[in-house]
């Protein structure tokens, strides 16, 4: 049976699991150095999370001659921490578990969206401070605003069903998109980014960390943002980003909170993790969180299952 190392933890239901169906499981943290010396070459599969990168180097490093790794699972969604093409190209099989987050995040989203339109942090503040200060925290509602997501996979069709029910008009830009998707009712599609933010008081980032999407949003784009919606409110500029980290300019995103142009800022994911972006963080009209987007009970045990399933029907 295979020897499974998990490289940024597993569940231990999981982890008994796997070992009653005979494989080995190791919980260890291999470092990077380690990683480059070949340290995977005794194991069947690695299972990471956003906390491992494999690039085409450590892959190289692990596989050919006597390896015995054939399979990298990535617990979680997204797969920009594994270096796909040279997987594939030294024969290694690369699976996620792109369903089992999913509400997860969703979730969170739609919370950072909400709490920065009713001010919860500032209000937070104030409170353990001992100052009410009521008059200066008036918010707006999400009902009437137009919301834009960039990009349209699982999570961001979980969150336009929620907006929706919040009363949100919904947008959407993914060049991906097929005509077939783009008959999704209750969603307009656009053609480009730039007019998804022209239309949008309200944008939430859902696309992949690539060369092309990497500090997409900057301040260009941003400043096309309306501060008025549809419904004649005067609700700011609201960015939520619970997608990879990198996709913000966060230097841009930073200068334009201070200037007051951006009003406010919901922040899951940052440039260099697990350092995150202490001024942004620190702001007073920032919702920050350290990448807890899939940091549910039910999320991880799902993931857990997903985990099993794929090793399970892999070695079987």
């Not at 969206?113 to 999400?142: Q, Y």
């Not at 008959?183 to 022209?198: C, M, Q």
Request: charged share 20%.
């Amino acid at each position: 049976m295979a020897r499974i190392l998990a490289n940024d933890g597993i569940s231990e239901e999981s982890k008994l699991k796997l070992e009653k169906m005979g494989h080995t499981i190791i919980v260890e943290k291999i470092n990077r150095e380690q990683l480059l010396n070949g340290e995977l070459r005794d194991f069947d599969c690695v299972i990471v999370r956003s906390a491992t990168y494999l690039d085409g180097t450590i892959l190289e490093a692990n596989t050919g001659g006597d390896s015995k790794l054939r399979l990298v699972i990535r617990a979680g969604v997204g797969l920009d921490n594994i270096d796909t093409a040279s997987a594939d190209s030294l024969g290694l099989t690369v699976r996620n578990t792109p369903n089992a987050s999913t509400n997860a995040v969703v979730e969170l989203t739609i919370a950072h969206l909400i709490g920065n339109s009713r001010n919860f942090i500032g209000a937070n503040l104030d409170m353990r401070k001992g100052k009410w200060t009521k008059k200066s925290l008036v918010g707006t509602e999400l009902s009437g605003k137009n919301l834009g997501l960039i990009g349209f996979g699982r999570i961001a069709k979980g969150v336009a069903k929620v907006a929706v029910i919040l009363g949100m008009e919904v947008h959407t830009y993914d060049p991906f998109v097929t005509d077939e998707l783009s008959k999704e009712p209750d969603v307009t599609f656009h053609d480009s980014i730039e007019s998804l933010f022209t239309t949008c008081s309200h944008i939430s980032v859902h696309c992949a960390m690539t060369p092309e999407t990497n500090g997409m949003v900057n301040a260009g784009l941003v400043r096309r943002m309306p501060d008025i919606s549809p419904n004649g409110v005067q609700c700011g500029r609201h960015i939520v980003n619970c997608s990879r980290g990198g996709i913000l300019n966060e230097s841009d995103m930073l200068e334009l909170l201070e200037s007051g142009f951006l009003t406010s800022l919901g922040i899951d994911v940052f440039e260099n993790e697990p350092d995150a972006n202490l001024d942004l963080s620190a702001h007073r009209r920032v919702s920050s969180t350290p990448h807890i987007g899939a940091a549910t009970i039910e999320a991880q045990k799902r993931i857990g299952e997903e985990i099993v399933s794929i090793a399970s029907t892999f070695f079987n």
